[in-house]
């Protein structure tokens, strides 16, 4: 057989005829192959650095959430309970109203019954129906509520780990809702806002209250794994050196702690980006006070600002009374009692409100004023969820896709919070943990399993989960399961996916090239028909006919392959020239920036690349051997004729 | 009058008188006629030579759709070691058949062809290869050199086929080169010559495994005369040098007078 040097010469000559055609070639199936190769490297380059992201947060951990039908939510879709819930309130609004008329009477107080609202509000329906419903407002309601919560818990971590134990979770966690049963707010500046305060009574809340994130519902305890991937690399020296209660502020509330302006929405991602960087900077200055009190103390600072603003706006009014009793504001940053200012009530008046007072006490009406100052550390920083206006967008979905968050609340981590030191633990948790049942009732805690693999995790939530659309979940699916923190989990089925779309594209490139390099060579093979005559005169035995051109073929896929690569790289270094800055920033974003020399970049170098050369190889030399096989066949001198 | 020699059987001086002096008119009679007492039935065997190539009964039919075209005709012809034969005859009279037969890159479609004693019938697609390779040469009338190579390359083409050492086959592109004038040339492509030029490199070609036959079809067909004749010298000079015989398919009076014999060719069957 011809050596490989000599079959490399003429191999090599073909390549010089019909140059036009040639280039074409190796311009279009290079094209095509560079396709796949760019997409290749901007894959493999952007699931690289979701991966490196992935540390930081919680993309490398799949944890599901278990969110459990809160019990108000069952109360109300379980006609037998709220029969029975009705039943028992109206037994003890009758106890009570007799129990009240009877102890008045023994006080010597005057006690309308009707100042006390029946539990249950009658409505008249079509056709001179009527219907009743509970009034949770009642004080009876409330309690008759209270108990069927307590009898009837919403399903706990014991729940979870039953239903989760064949899916092979590593770790259960949960969060719940911090819930005091009073006013909690910021001491702004270190000082309590009265004025906001009082107004927080009213139906509009203001936005300040609103914001703050002692507002129950905002903060809550979660275990500290849940929070680690947010908290500041000192958050326990931190928590150890203040004795103040650890807390990870959403990013916006961290933003305005720090006395910083809310950038505006034009600002640029590197504004964004520089901003969030110092906020995480500056994060751990970030200590601040909240301020505990109970509905008397609250009650106490209301009237205290109101009766003020009263007597201002009665200045000049001859016939205005003051109030017998006055309570002055407390300095704003004690957090403490509202001081008698004035008191000019009768001893008689003043026995009467004692007695008052024990009535009230005796029917579970808390008059003595409770109030207790909070000093807060801040240990990390939530990044702010997504909001709606930017889900849509390409950075959008990046951050939701890279990202990790939590509820959006701020939370106590569990263990960091339990190494304060017990008294004051003692004291604070008597505060934090002030939630009555009813309060329980509205809220129920989470749970939380984590998963080795996202495989597990998926399965638990396809098999186990409660419908979302379900109005209430019991029984084998007591939860509604979703992903947590990340979408590690949609990240890993988005990755599958893409690979099983870069085969689909790389098999419609390998048809397409195929057809290209077949019809190429095949007229190749076809114009080469006279020379395999004149190679065959010359003593050519097929096989080396079959040698040069098969080495034709492999030289012509190698420049395809290299253009493919050279045209894809650079394609692909292009694409993430053009956009990691961005890119990265939105990562940043979705981070909180926690590692600002960390970069989104969409290339990088895989040996995969060397897969589709092989491929276009590949195809070369499977396109040639039809043509070939039907070419060292033909007669050649009959070619030669027919020429 | 080398032809005349060779068919020392047949009255000339009765042609000549037939003719007068009508040279050409009685040379080409003399052709058809020499022809036709070698080709028929029984070649005529010169004493001190041996036969190289033989044909025995050669039949070639193409189909073309439903017509078949018979392009040789029962041909049994001799050719002997180192002669020169010129094969004649007229467009679609089958000469190019036959020779492209004798090498070997046809098969018949009956009868035999033996060169230097081997019958094609029984070889190898493989075999015929290697043995072409190194028995015969061929030159076309197109030429056919491959026009990305420089000549040296050229010439060397069939050596690379015939799987031969490369120094070995370097010195025989040089000694070829000088045979036929071109060893200036070497590192031309064939672009840069003329036709004469190119055709003496595919001659070279064609002696470089230093086969012991050449076959030439139309070798001087896309020639000017004088580029032609210098053709012809190069026939005789190899010939001479290398002992080649050499079957040349021409129209070319000129080439077939220069032969030793004539073979003519008419709608395939030897006149």
């Given at each position: ?63 599901v ?26 037994q ?8 009240k ?21 009658t ?16 004080p ?69 209250i ?52 809310p ?20 994060a ?29 706006a ?35 008046e ?10 009230n006490a ?24 997504q909001?709606?206006a930017?889900?849509?967008?390409a ?12 509820s959006g609340?701020a ?6 919070y ?6 004051l ?8 943990t ?11 805690p ?42 590690s ?51 050519a035995?097929?096989i ?21 690569l ?25 981070y ?8 989104f ?22 396109s ?20 | ?16 008188q ?5 040279v ?41 759709g ?46 035999t ?42 010439i ?13 086959r ?9 045979a036929v ?5 070497l ?27 050449l ?14 004749t ?19 398919v ?14 003519n ?7």
């Open positions: 057989m011809i050596g490989i040097v000599d079959t490399y010469i003429l191999a090599f000559t073909k390549l010089r005829t019909r140059r036009i055609r040639t280039i074409l070639t190796i311009v279009t199936s290079g094209l095509l192959f560079s396709c796949v190769v760019a997409a290749l490297l901007l894959s493999q380059g952007v699931f690289h650095s979701i991966n490196q992201f992935n540390k930081l947060g919680f993309g490398q951990r799949y944890i959430q278990a969110t459990p039908t809160t019990p108000i939510v069952a109360f109300y879709d379980s006609q037998s309970a709220k029969q029975s819930v009705e039943a028992r309130a109206t003890l609004y009758t106890q009570t109203v007799a129990a008329t009877q102890e008045a009477k023994k006080l010597g107080i005057a006690y309308d019954s009707s100042s006390d609202e029946k539990p249950l509000q409505f008249s329906g079509p056709n001179d129906t009527t219907s009743t419903t509970l009034n949770g407002a009642t009876t309601a409330q309690q008759a509520l209270s108990e069927y919560f307590a009898a009837n818990p919403a399903p706990g971590a014991q729940s979870l780990k039953a239903i989760s134990a064949k899916y092979h979770p590593t770790a259960f966690y949960s969060a719940s809702s911090v819930s005091v049963g009073g006013s909690f707010v910021t001491m702004r500046s270190g000082e309590e806002n009265f004025s906001t305060e009082a107004s927080s009574s009213s139906t509009t809340t203001s936005q300040s609103q914001n703050d994130v002692l507002q129950n519902g905002s903060l809550e305890f979660a275990s500290e794994s849940l929070v680690q991937p947010f908290l500041l690399p000192n958050a326990r020296s931190l928590t150890k050196n203040s004795a103040a209660i650890p807390i990870a502020l959403p990013y916006t509330a961290a933003e305005r702690d720090l006395g910083l302006t950038l505006p929405g034009t600002a640029s991602s590197s504004q964004k980006l520089a901003r969030i960087q110092q906020v995480y900077k500056q751990a200055s970030i200590r601040f006070y909240g301020c505990y009190r109970n509905g008397t103390s609250m009650s106490q600072i209301q009237s205290a600002v109101t009766t003020a603003s009263e007597i201002a009665n200045k000049n009014n001859k016939n205005y009374q003051k109030p017998n009793l006055i309570y002055g504001l407390p300095a704003a940053n004690l957090c403490g009692q509202a001081p008698v200012a004035s008191d000019t009530r009768t001893a008689d003043k026995s009467m409100d004692q007695k008052q007072a024990q009535f005796m029917f579970g009406i808390n008059t003595t004023p409770d109030q207790l100052k909070m000093p807060f550390q801040v240990v990390g920083i939530i990044p702010a969820q909001d709606k930017s889900s849509d967008s950075a959008g979905i990046l951050q939701s896709l890279v990202g990790s968050s939590l609340n939370a106590i981590p569990q263990e960091l339990n190494e304060l030191p017990t008294p633990r003692t004291q604070y948790t008597s505060v934090l002030k939630g009555d049942a009813l309060s329980a009732g509205n809220t129920a989470s749970y939380y399993a984590e998963f080795s693999n996202a495989t597990d995790a998926r399965n638990f939530i396809n098999d186990a989960s409660c419908s979302p659309q379900a109005v209430s979940c019991s029984g084998a699916t007591p939860f509604v399961l979703s992903a947590f923190g990340s979408n989990i949609a990240l890993k089925d988005l990755r599958q996916k893409i690979s099983g779309a870069l085969r689909y594209g790389a098999g419609i490139v390998i048809v397409l090239a195929s057809i290209i390099m077949t019809t190429t060579l095949g007229r190749m093979l076809a114009d080469g028909r006279r020379e395999t005559a004149v190679f065959r005169a010359t003593g035995k097929r080396d006919i079959s040698a040069v051109y098969g080495l034709y073929t492999v030289i012509l896929s190698l420049l395809v392959a290299a253009f493919a050279v045209l894809g790289t650079g394609v692909a270094r292009i694409v993430d020239n053009y956009y990691w800055r961005t890119v990265t920033i939105q990562a940043q974003l979705a909180g920036g926690s590692d600002p020399h960390l970069r970049r969409l290339f990088s170098m895989t040996a995969s690349i060397l897969l589709v050369a092989a491929l276009a190889v590949a195809v070369g030399i499977v040639v051997l039809l043509p070939l096989i039907r070419n060292v066949r033909r007669n050649p001198i009959q070619d030669m004729r027919d020429e | 009058m080398a032809i005349l020699k060779q068919a020392d059987d047949i009255q000339i001086e009765a042609f000549l037939l003719f007068g002096d009508d050409s008119a009685a040379i080409q009679s003399i052709q058809s006629l020499a022809a036709k007492t070698h080709a028929h039935a029984k070649p005529v065997l010169p004493t001190n030579k041996k036969k190289i190539i033989s044909v025995r009964s050669l039949t070639k039919e193409y189909t073309t439903r017509t078949k075209l018979q392009a040789l005709q029962d041909v049994s012809l001799d050719i002997y070691e180192g002669e020169f034969v010129a094969i004649t005859g007229s467009s679609g009279s089958g000469k190019s058949t036959l020779l492209q037969l004798m090498g070997g890159l046809e098969k018949p479609s009956s009868g062809v033996t060169v230097d004693g081997v019958e094609f019938g029984s070889m190898s697609d493989r075999e015929l290869s290697r043995f072409r390779g190194q028995m015969i040469g061929f030159v076309f009338q197109f030429f056919y050199l491959q026009p990305f190579l420089s000549l040296n390359k050229n060397e083409v069939p050596g690379m086929f015939a799987h031969s050492k490369r120094e070995a370097m010195e025989r592109v040089k000694e070829l080169a000088e004038g071109l060893n200036e040339r590192n031309h492509l064939p672009k840069e010559l003329s036709g004469g030029q190119i055709q003496r490199a595919a001659i070279a070609r064609a002696l470089l495994n230093n086969p012991r036959v076959l030439a079809d139309e070798p001087t067909g896309n020639l000017d005369s004088t580029n032609g210098t053709i012809i010298n190069l026939f005789e000079k190899i010939r001479q040098q290398y002992g080649t015989t050499i079957v040349v021409t129209h070319d009076y000129k080439i077939a007078s220069r032969a030793d014999r004539q073979i060719l008419r709608d395939g069957l030897i006149i």
